[in-house]
């Protein structure tokens, strides 16, 4: 019985070292693999953006990529509301809000939180841009932002046709902003 119980005790310590070792070289290719890592591919510069419609914290139902004609659009991803780096990254749009403002630029946020989730983050941190709600990763996926559960902190400048001309991959939240204004400038010349 002690033998028995030696053996079935062995497997299944070997079964789940096995499953352990599987499951961390899929993460390992899946990493190595850009597309498979961010959930998708990026899309193409100087080729129209990616169309969307979601749900926002404003309480005014969707927003579209379609209500931006006419202005340029700063459509940054980003993990989770209320984390550090995430709440750093919005800290710095909204103070640099007017700026964007003032070259005919709008900047909206966008993650899986829910609805809920941004207009709690929003009222905490005085946000006054849009946080878009993309709880099942689809408008993520289609800007090659995903990872499974979160976006990644990806960011897309959008000019006034609604073709995409900029991104930034990985960014740093404490100094995006001034990044993303000073590509602007370069591209509005």
């Known amino acids: 019985m002690t033998s ?14 096995s499953m352990a070792i599987v499951v961390a070289i899929g993460l390992l290719f899946c990493l190595s693999q850009p597309a498979l890592a961010m959930g998708g591919t990026l899309p193409t510069l100087d080729q129209p953006a ?7 914290n404003t309480g005014q139902g969707n927003v579209s990529l379609s209500d931006y004609q006419g202005k340029w659009l700063v459509a940054y ?19 640099d809000l007017q ?8 900047v909206i946020g966008i993650s899986a939180d829910s609805v809920d989730s941004h207009a709690e983050f929003c009222d905490s941190e ?13 408008v993520s996926k289609a800007y090659g932002s995903w990872l499974g559960v979160v976006s990644s902190r990806h960011t897309f ?8 001309r900029s991104v930034f991959l990985g ?19």
Do not use: M
Not at 50 to 56: I, Q, R, V, W, Y
Not at 79 to 95: H, I, M, N, V, Y
């Open 126 to 138: 005085g946000l006054k841009f849009p946080l878009l709600a993309d709880e099942d990763g689809s």
């Open 4 to 17: 028995t119980l030696s053996i079935s005790s062995f497997i299944r310590h070997t079964i789940d070292r």
């Open 50 to 56: 990616p169309a969307f419609t979601l749900p926002t």
């Open 99 to 106: 700026k964007y403002h003032d070259r005919n630029t709008e």
């Open 157 to 164: 400048i959008v000019d006034p046709e609604g073709v995409l």
């Open 77 to 95: 991803f980003y993990p989770k509301d209320f984390t550090s780096g995430c709440t750093l990254e919005a800290q710095r749009f909204q103070k």
């Open 171 to 189: 960014v740093n939240p404490s100094v995006h902003s001034r990044e993303v204004l000073a590509k602007l400038a370069e591209l509005q010349g």
